[in-house]
Every structure is written in structure tokens, then in C-alpha cells.
T-cell receptor
């Protein structure tokens, strides 16, 4: 079946502009996660959705970052007034939340470059 | 809080050499442990996992054993191939539930002929 998909694959934006990143999880996966990978660094957790609620948004770095999810489907991560330090690959993952297997499946990522 | 420490790369090996990539962790309780791999131009994939002490995860010739006493989960392979060239990430999360992963910084492996 289809895996996790993300769009766009690449985004170049000017400092100060807003951007929206999209994630389509695997069908039936109720959990959805956003991570950020800066160049040469590991993945940082941003936010976790269970259905359309976000019980853990402890990783959002500032109030410029927000995310929402429609039901158990698409999620969008919005970054307002982008800064150069926001440049990174943004990864989305999804998983089941029952049945004993909580393996996270990752999408290909969106590479964001802020100029 | 939770953290994962991996050996710095890059690691460069000749084909058929033995591979070890060290990973140690700090966590409350007994986390689930994972190795993820990112091949060039591809997304992150789960390589193997272990969910309790002394468990050994294995896949594609790679192995890692959950060592509670040393809080380690070192990745090993007896004979690497050029196709194993990738970035390897050690990670952990809270067991028995869907929860965020805490990742190490990744170790790049380059295998040459």
C-alpha cells in the first residue's frame, strides 16, 4: 500500500514569509509525528497527533510553528515569518496506536531552505 | 530527559569488514530501542528494534542487543557490503505505546571496494 507522503519535496522561501508543509499518513494510522532534521544533526521531535488532537507539542521551537490535523488524515505544519535557522528537512511519520506494533513509518521529507 | 549518544562518523570500511556502531542511551524506565537507516536519496527506514533487556534485534545481517546494564544498543554486522553505505540512527521511545522517538545524531557509513 501507499506509504507516508509529503509535499512539497523542496521549498525555497524568503525570510519572513510563511510556509505550509503537508503530510499524508498511511491509511489507518491514527498517530502522526513531525520531526526536523537540521544539516549534520539528528532528528528533533516537533509534535505528535493522536487523531486530530495533539497531546504532545513539546518540541515546537517557537510560537511561529503550528500544526493541525484533519481527523485521522492529512496534517499541515505551518511556519510563520520564517527565519534562516528554520532551514532543515521536515519529516513526517505515522504509526498505529493499537495491536502492539507502534513502528513509525517515515515520509521522504520536505527540504526547506530559507534565504 | 531521554537522550541517545552515537559514535561520530564518518565510518569508512572496506567491503567484508566487521562493523560496529556504538550507541548508548539515557532514559527513565526501560525504553524500546531502534536502529533506523537512511540510504542516499531515500527516506528513513526501520532497520531493527528491541523492546526489552537482552533482546536481540536483527535484520539484513545487522544485529543489536539491548544491554540494560551498560545502557547500550550497539549495531554490528559481520561483513559489510558497498550497498550498506548509509546514515544509521539509533533511537528510543517509551515502550508499549505510540510515542515520540528520541534520536542520536546519526553515523555515516561509507563502504568501499
Amino acid at each position: 500500500g501507499a506509504g507516508v507522503s509529503q509535499s512539497p519535496s523542496n521549498k525555497v522561501t524568503e525570510k519572513g514569509k510563511d510556509v505550509e508543509l503537508r503530510c499524508d499518513p498511511i491509511s489507518g494510522h491514527t498517530a502522526l509525528y513531525w520531526y526536523r532534521q537540521r544539516l549534520g544533526q539528528g532528528l528533533e521531535f516537533l509534535i505528535y497527533f493522536q487523531g486530530n488532537s495533539a497531546p504532545d507539542k513539546s518540541g515546537l521551537p517557537s510560537d511561529r510553528f503550528s500544526a493541525e490535523r484533519t481527523g485521522e488524515s492529512v496534517s499541515t505544519l505551518t511556519i510563520q515569518r520564517t527565519q534562516q535557522e528554520d532551514s532543515a528537512v521536515y519529516l513526517c511519520a505515522s504509526s498505529l496506536t493499537s495491536g502492539g506494533s507502534y513502528e513509525q513509518y517515515f515520509g521522504p521529507g520536505t527540504r526547506l531552505t530559507v534565504t | 530527559g531521554n537522550s541517545v549518544t552515537q559514535m561520530e562518523g564518518p565510518v569508512t570500511l572496506s567491503e567484508e569488514a566487521f562493523l560496529t556502531i556504538n550507541c548508548t542511551y539515557t532514559a527513565t524506565g526501560y525504553p524500546s530501542l531502534f536502529w533506523y537507516v537512511q540510504y542516499p536519496g531515500e527516506g528513513l527506514q526501520l532497520l531493527l528494534k528491541a523492546t526489552k533487556a537482552d533482546d536481540k534485534g536483527s535484520n539484513k545481517g545487522f544485529e543489536a542487543t539491548y544491554r540494560k546494564e551498560t545502557t547500550s544498543f550497539h549495531l554490528e554486522k559481520g561483513s559489510v557490503q558497498v550497498s550498506d553505505s548509509a546514515v544509521y540512527f539509533c533511537a528510543l521511545n517509551r515502550p508499549g505505546t505510540a510515542s515520540k522517538l528520541t534520536f542520536g545524531t546519526g553515523t555515516r557509513l561509507q563502504v568501499t571496494l
